[in-house]
């Protein structure tokens, strides 16, 4: 089975470390190991939760807090480790630079960009380890258990993975929200259309996953020349390239401003 180092802290255990933790109990690594800490005291399920950093020095920290508290968090927590702790941390932006000048004890510090499905064992957990191979061995078991796990050579890399795979449940949610708008706009029943719109992305989805298939070649064998798929596309096709672009766009932009905040000169 796998576990975790002992102990290990979840500092912050909010959305994005709850979803891991639930991936983690869900593909049952053994979570006894584990304190999670946030200051609401709100229950994990499956973790011992606390509202403040525990005695002792963790083996082990994901550091889920939100990139504008780091300065917060970081004073108290970096007395804590010393150079067998790995931490793993998943803000977003907050360069390897900017976490080893406020945690210079830390043995090891990795950044992880995962994504909500990890709560399903179907996320995406990109890392970025500045070239430390020494606590692969710990973060590759424990992040397998949560989907694809991708390696990035720069941050820049993985700047990009944040605001595509780490973001991109919440595009891909909208997608889906105003395919069923569009569906209840053409008469049907809005729960009718929830489910035909999610059973359409997640077919979709599986059956390019299963068959390896392009996204061009599923477009051209539902949409048939001259047909009424096709004339959909000729819409969807003027606006969603650009679109999309400045979506992601946006999103890196603003992972600059946090990287930029958070950086010390
Ligand atoms: N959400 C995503 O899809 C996603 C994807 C990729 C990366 N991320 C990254 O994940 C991080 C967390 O995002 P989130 O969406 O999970 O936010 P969130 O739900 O607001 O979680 C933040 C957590 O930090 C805790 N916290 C706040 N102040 C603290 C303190 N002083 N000490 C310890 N814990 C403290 C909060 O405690 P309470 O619960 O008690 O309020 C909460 O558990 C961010 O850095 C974000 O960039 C998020």
């Not at 802290?9 to 639930?22: L, N, Q, R, S, T």
């Not at 630079?97 to 990795?110: D, K, M």
């Not at 992305?201 to 048939?224: D, F, K």
């Not at 679109?243 to 000169?265: K, P, W, Y």
Request: aromatic share 4%.
């Amino acid at each position: 089975m796998t576990s975790l180092p002992a102990p290990s802290w979840i500092v912050g255990c909010g959305k994005m470390a709850g979803a891991m933790v639930e991936g983690w109990r869900r593909a049952g690594v053994d979570l006894s190991e584990i304190t999670a800490i946030r200051p609401s005291g709100t229950p994990v399920e499956g973790v011992r939760t606390v509202t403040s950093l525990p005695p002792g020095n963790p083996a082990f920290v994901l550091l889920g807090v939100k990139p504008q508290k780091l300065d917060e968090v970081a004073p108290e927590l970096a007395k804590r480790l010393n150079s067998n702790t790995i931490l793993v941390s998943i803000l977003a932006g907050v360069e390897l630079a900017s976490l080893r000048h406020r945690f210079p004890a830390a043995g090891h510090i990795l950044r992880a960009m995962p994504n909500l499905p990890v709560s399903e064992g179907r996320g995406i957990v990109a890392i970025f380890d500045g070239q430390s191979h020494d606590a692969r061995s710990v973060t590759d078991d424990l992040f397998a258990p949560l989907g694809n796990v991708v390696r990035t050579e720069s941050e820049a890399d993985l700047a990009a993975i944040g605001s595509l795979a780490g973001a991109g449940p919440a595009y891909v949610a909208r997608f889906i929200a105003a395919l069923a708008k569009a569906g209840v706009d053409r008469g049907l029943d809005p729960a009718l259309a929830d489910q035909l719109a999610l059973g359409t992305v997640l077919g979709t989805a599986t059956m390019a996953a299963a068959r390896g298939e392009s996204m061009a070649s599923i477009a051209r064998r539902v949409a048939s020349p001259n047909g009424t798929t096709e004339a959909g596309l000729v819409i969807l096709d003027a606006e969603l390239d650009r679109l999309v672009g400045q979506t992601l766009q946006a999103a890196s932009r603003r992972g600059a401003e946090l990287a930029d905040a958070a950086r010390i000169e």
